[in-house]
């Protein structure tokens, strides 16, 4: 099979058709028609095997996570995603790996009515770059920038399943196969946290996704805002699964690994009860973990000092 | 260095600033404002090290290349090239590759306006994918399938010399190095054709890139649009470099091979002038090589028979 044949079976025609496509997989380029007056935001990841994913990595959770990666930043935005592109690098052509590859990320793609519209496939080391474009809503996006003295900071879903999922993957851990199956669940299925960043819009000063490590992510935050922080790490949330195992790993896998794709946003104080609501409403924890000051992001543990030694993925150091 | 650090240094504030992007390289997603009423156009294109260009390649063409590549298939469709994001999967952070690989990109995307917005850092084998979003003009954008019977082929420029650069290049041929120097820029810093594209919007029927050389591309439109041909190959435009080698080589680099990035189009006999016309203006050769037809395409030399042996490059057989 060549690449031509492959696309033609693997990726033409497969998942949504939005009315705004008017020419998808086939031709030099895709023709997309976007909405008057609405700003698009556009973001690309790239995964790479061995890298980002485990050699072992089932493909269904690599095709999921190869978009969900993307349509995390598209949330951190506060923007509803609509195209993708894919560039894809084979080392062979595994026809049983291409069809589970496709329905993890076919099916991402239809729960947030995104299309796919055109791509390359080449052959050289597995990698897997996606790039995804959302349209801007009414409210505005939100971006890394706008934080302010005196917002409250916050944190969506939990954090560190991820992390723990890493370390039992790679047999750095051993835990009960109950808590094994909820930290493999959220390494290799993030669900990114796209009605959350929508609703933010208008709503949130600032926001990024928890892709690096909280640490790390909302460094960056603060930097981008020209602010500081308080951040109690007592409050960062975590689950069930995770507190089991927090004496024994420390708070790395927390604050310093970032693939649990939850948000991290700042509100103004008058938005506490709107962002409860939102809780509610989406059956999705978001916990207030501290308040942005001005200076440098101070972390405490309750009323002591704490020093987080994460300082989140590098790729080079 | 880490990504971060390379990202500011080698590509924050690079490059030129359009007026239509909103916030480019350093948040979770580029944001972008489209012009009322104009459709967008979106590719994508990978290069991987040792597949798509031999590791000798000097960086420079690399990053040349890396954008040429897709600005050609913006081209294609008769568009406007405006904004681009790059994943950019590195072995080593090497910063005099990085700093030549800047150079080539930028001084190419400069020259066609196109803006940097975003993109991804990883560490893997060397690949790099980027992805390119064009603005339809008023005319609307050329595709593959508009081709009818009777319509007049065209292919732009000359045909052959990437060719016969990678054959150089490889060791497979030896040539003057007058020639060697045509050859190896043709495969190094392909020149694609936006301008001849956007021109052809609203005169062409259909149009191609010659990617995968012109034997399968033309095979590409030929098949997207329903219909078949007569091409002379004898009329297919070489360079004199070229046709110095020609009865050495064969057809095979002119046909079978498609890193030259010309366009080959098709319109109707009466936009013949305005075709003529628009070479003169570009000062770049336009040259009929046939006409379309109904059924298969049947390749002639002059009054004889031809059958082009090369079936373009394919990735995987």
């Known amino acids: 099979m060549d690449e031509f044949a492959l696309i033609d079976r693997f990726f033409k025609g497969q998942g949504v058709s939005r009315k705004d496509v008017l020419l998808g997989i086939g031709d030099d380029a895709a023709v997309v028609r ?36 993307n349509l995390s930043d598209i949330a951190a935005m506060g923007a509803t995603p609509a ?6 690098t084979l080392a062979e052509t595994n026809e049983q790996w291409l069809e589970a590859f496709c329905t993890g990320f076919f099916a991402l793609a239809e729960a947030f009515d995104v299309q796919l519209v055109g791509g390359d496939v080449t052959r050289g080391p597995l990698t897997i770059g996606v790039q995804l474009i959302g349209i801007v809503g009414e409210a505005g996006c939100l971006t890394r920038s706008g934080a302010r003295e005196g917002d409250e900071i916050y944190v969506s879903g939990t954090l560190g399943d991820a992390g723990l999922g890493l370390q039992v993957d790679s047999g750095m851990l051993t835990v009960a196969e109950r808590d094994e199956a909820v930290f493999l669940d959220r390494l290799n299925r993030p669900l ?22 909280l640490v790390a992510d909302l460094g960056h935050l603060c930097e981008s805002s020209g602010v500081g922080a308080e951040v109690d790490v007592a409050r960062v949330p975590i689950s069930d699964s995770c507190r089991r195992y927090l004496a024994k790993v420390g708070w790395e896998p927390v604050l310093g690994f970032g ?3 939850e948000l991290c946003f700042t509100a103004a104080p008058d938005q506490a009860s709107h962002i409860e609501g939102l809780s509610h409403e989406l059956g999705l924890g978001i916990v ?15 009323d002591q000092p704490f020093s987080p030694h994460a300082q989140g993925y590098r790729h080079f150091r």
Chains 1, 2 share one sequence.
């Open 34 to 69: 976007p909405a008057d007056g609405r700003d698009l935001v556009i973001t690309t990841d790239v995964l790479v095997n061995g890298v980002h994913f485990p050699e072992s990595t089932e493909p269904a959770a690599v095709g999921h996570k190869a978009l969900a990666v």
């Open 83 to 88: 195209w993708a592109t894919m560039g894809l």
């Open 192 to 213: 990114p946290r796209v009605e959350l960043g929508r609703a933010l819009a208008g709503h949130a000063t600032a926001a990024i996704d928890v892709s690096d490590g």
């Open 259 to 261: 693939d649990d794709y």
């Open 288 to 302: 207030r973990i501290g308040r942005i000051e001005t200076g440098t992001i101070r972390w405490v543990h309750g």
